[in-house]
């Protein structure tokens, strides 16, 4: 599917997603299918590693759903496509981290886009909400995954009452990782993806089904299928050449070459 509205930059192992759809950058089913499209071909692509999400502008990040679409017909329970809204939310077996850039405005669905990203590192002009509350809807993705993020009086707080959180009070919770300068965001960005993509994508890969299939798992259970390799990432990790790599990288006191199988 074309769309004009997202734009893709390569390096190496590393693909940017850019949204950019002025003003807001908000989502209707159109880009939202584009999206899920996009990073399904990320996934299913073995030469990439890392993704990073950006949008377009530094006002808005994102304002997520796309009202105007709505009111044009646009259905809030239409075809939002393989990944779900804005293509991450419900991607199957995405083992690859994403990194999202967030300069402006996050809310509503925006915020849950960013939520749906493995790392989120923001301008110190970024702010976030969840508005939904006043428009008489629910923050359906955002009800399920903040207040597994941060504590629960703090995610409810923003979800009853729709108030803004600044950068500085979301790095305070958990919710990203840094905050730089609006000026500062692009490079940041990307040298933590050059970081991430030169480690060893099988063990990232582990990692994002581990830590998948363990969130509603009792941890002796999901630690049982880790040791007997019913995850099929683990097990592929563990019959690995970069399995084996690692260990002679590291008696031989020499950086690891990753090879990926």
């Avoid at 509205?5 to 939202?32: C, F, H, Q, Y």
């Avoid at 796309?66 to 646009?74: E, T």
């Avoid at 990203?117 to 629910?138: H, M, Q, W």
């Avoid at 990288?249 to 950086?255: G, P």
Wanted: include cysteine; hydrophobic fraction near 45%; proline fraction near 4%.
């Amino acid at each position: 599917m074309s769309d004009q509205s997202i734009r893709t930059r390569r390096e190496g192992a590393i693909l940017e997603v850019m949204l950019d759809r002025p003003k807001a950058n908000a989502i209707d089913l159109i880009t939202s299918r584009a999206m899920g499209e996009t990073f399904r071909d990320f996934r299913d692509d073995p030469e990439l590693r890392v993704a990073i999400l950006r949008t377009a502008g530094d006002k808005f990040f994102c304002a997520g759903w796309d009202l105007k679409a709505a009111a044009n017909g646009d259905a809030v329970d239409g075809d939002y496509g393989v990944g779900g809204f804005g293509g991450l939310q419900e991607l199957p077996n995405l083992n690859k981290p994403v990194i999202c850039a967030v300069d402006g405005i996050c809310f509503g669905g925006g915020f849950e886009l960013a939520l749906s990203c493995d790392l989120i590192v923001a301008s110190s002009n970024a702010t976030f909400a969840l508005p939904e509350i006043k428009s008489g809807t629910v923050a359906d993705a955002a009800s399920i995954k903040l207040p597994k993020r941060i504590p629960y009086h703090v995610a409810m707080d923003m979800l009853l009452t729709g108030r803004w959180m600044d950068a500085d009070e979301a790095l305070k919770w958990g919710i990203l990782r840094e905050v730089v300068e609006p000026g500062e965001l692009e490079e940041n960005v990307w040298e933590l993806a050059r970081l991430i993509a030169s480690g060893p994508p099988l063990v990232m890969a582990a990692i994002k089904e581990v830590v998948r299939d363990a969130e509603d798992s009792k941890f002796q259970d999901a630690l049982n299928r880790i040791t007997k390799r019913q995850l099929a990432t683990v097990d592929t990790l563990y019959s690995s050449e970069d399995q084996l790599e690692g260990a002679k990288a590291f008696a031989e006191k020499r950086d690891p070459v990753w090879k990926g199988r």
